[in-house]
């Protein structure tokens, strides 16, 4: 094999462990600071009611934008800047 590959994959392989060292100096694991409790909080009635009115709202905005591209088709006119 020719010596520069050698040496190229040496290398490789000690950026790889520093990676992996600096990882493990810099990350932080949970599980050492939060004892899982197994238990899953209930969700209180008013954010169940915020998340259906946000659905509402989203399904609202996108139908008001498929309107309006359907009218635009019907009116021949294509407001693309591409053009």
Known sequence: MDKKLV???INECKQEQEWKARYKS???EMDDFFKYSGEVERTSP???HYHTNKNKRVDA???YFNDLNKT?????????RDD
């Open 72 to 80: 635009r088709k019907n009116n021949g006119t294509n407001n693309n």
């Open 46 to 48: 008013i954010i169940v």
């Open 7 to 9: 040496e190229y994959f």
């Open 26 to 28: 810099n990350h932080i």
């Open 61 to 63: 905005i996108i139908d």
